[in-house]
């Protein structure tokens, strides 16, 4: 434990029906009874009067003692549950301030302490932020099953399973010096336990894009000729007007984002610069971020209301969109279109909307192990090193190096969880926490 205790609002600071105060540390037990007296039985709400150093009454609310270790910080935590004025809140923050040892905590303090005392993970910490953050259902979903511990759970049994080929890697030291059918038994064994272990590491790399992007959002980009109908559509997704729309080619000169929830997903709508030939430096700069945004996009909405000819822009994924059909008095149809809408009077959005949702994976898709880049590295990192296990156990390198190997890949999944080399990661992850969080 810490030496100081740290105290701060839980709840948005303002006016409220209710307002909550943690405290956390050695001193949260004295500070409950210089407030008010003797604390209630751990783990139950009691109502009691609040007092200030004159013994006259701030409040009167619920008052909760968590004693550690079984708390959420690890430590002897408290909590106050009052009136939401801001005179109560305070006077509680003075009478707080005033007692040995007891300041404000600082952003994710109470979380950091959680993961310094053991009650989670590095990974399970970034979860607590990504939950905070939640715009979506599925962000939501699948944050709380990284809080949760899913992906601590399969770093601890990838882990055991390099400590166990670590031991037949001993195992093989011992037969070095001896002629004995269980040298090749051992090796073989240790192979297979190898191989399994760089598919489950496979496998939880193959779906890490998918859990990145829905973590941040996934990338949508609207491009095509000027006068395409771009910034109405974006207008029309997001139900507000987002891009200035005219009939003039070429107003949208730069990229305009705005963040979209469709069937629970994250998703970075973008409108962009009219695809032409110009000689206005302007519009070219333009001309160029919609290209650049279209390369990186998720899924790139080609649009045009007259079809499809030539080209379309970079992207991995692009689906044809015919625009304006509420203009065109009789369709017609080029065989080259995939789908075709209105953004005026909404035909065709939600069937644009089905199939942004499935071309992005599905709203329903089993949630990745993998949600950040550093997870990912880590991952990497540990797979690189069970590879080069593989190989020198398969080429016959003595098993002091390939064990150098395995220990490497054991480093790097520690890292992940947190275990071992991670205050820089530690200092930037917190630093964008919440107060009393």
């Known amino acids: 434990m810490t030496g100081d205790t740290i105290f701060a609002l839980a709840t948005p600071p303002g006016r409220s029906a209710v307002a909550i105060l943690r405290i956390s540390g050695p001193g949260s037990r004295f500070a409950l009874e210089t407030i008010c007296g003797q604390p209630p039985a751990p783990r139950e709400a009691r109502l009691r009067t609040l007092r200030d150093a004159e013994g006259q009454s701030v409040d009167r609310g619920l008052v909760l003692w968590f004693p550690g270790p079984a708390s959420a910080t690890g430590e002897d935590c408290a909590e106050f549950h009052v009136h939401g004025g801001r005179a109560i809140v305070e006077a509680l923050v003075q009478i707080l301030m005033r007692l040995p040892e007891c300041r404000p905590a600082g952003p994710g303090e109470f979380t950091r302490r959680a993961l310094e005392n053991g009650r989670i993970d590095l990974t399970q910490a970034e979860a607590v932020a990504d939950l905070v953050d ?10 709380l099953r990284q809080e949760g511990g899913a992906l601590r759970h399969a770093v601890a049994h990838w882990r055991t399973q390099l400590i166990e080929v670590l031991a037949q890697l001993g195992a093989l030291l011992d037969f070095a010096d001896e002629s004995d059918v269980g040298e090749d038994r051992t090796r073989e064994v240790a192979l297979v336990s190898l191989a399994n272990l760089a598919a489950s590491l496979t496998e939880a790399l193959r779906a890490s894009r998918r859990g990145e992007r829905l973590r941040e959002g996934f990338l949508v980009v609207c491009a095509g000729a000027p006068n395409a109908g771009k910034s109405s559509l974006v207008n029309a997704m997001a139900g507000r007007d987002i891009a200035i729309v005219t009939p003039h080619a070429g107003t949208t000169r730069d990229v305009v984002t705005v963040d979209v929830a469709i069937a629970g997903l994250p998703v970075r709508l973008a ?125 016959g390198r003595w098993p002091e190096l390939v064990a150098e190997d395995v220990r490497l890949a054991v480093r790097a999944l520690d890292e992940l969880v947190g275990a071992v080399g991670v205050e820089t990661v530690l200092d930037r992850l917190f630093s964008g926490f919440c107060i009393g969080k």
Not at 134 to 143: G, K, L, V
Not at 271 to 299: C, F, Q
Not at 347 to 362: K, S
């Open 271 to 395: 409108d962009t610069a009219g695809l032409r030939e110009t000689e206005d430096p302007v519009e070219a700069i333009g001309i160029g971020r919609a290209l650049e945004h279209a390369e990186a996009a998720d899924l790139t909405l080609w649009l045009s209301p007259d079809g499809f000819s030539g080209s379309g822009p970079p992207g991995e994924v692009v689906v044809k969109v015919r625009t304006k059909i509420d203009s065109v008095p009789e369709r017609f149809d080029d065989g080259r279109a995939d789908l075709e809408v209105s953004a005026l009077t909404g035909e065709g959005l939600d069937l644009l909307r089905n199939r942004i949702v499935d071309l992005l994976g599905g709203s329903h898709a089993a949630p990745s192990l993998v949600t950040r880049e550093r997870h990912r590295l880590a991952i990497v990192q540990a797979l690189d090193h069970v590879q080069g296990a593989r190989d020198g156990l398969t080429s």
């Open 134 to 143: 939640a715009a979506t259902d599925a962000q939501r979903i699948q944050a």
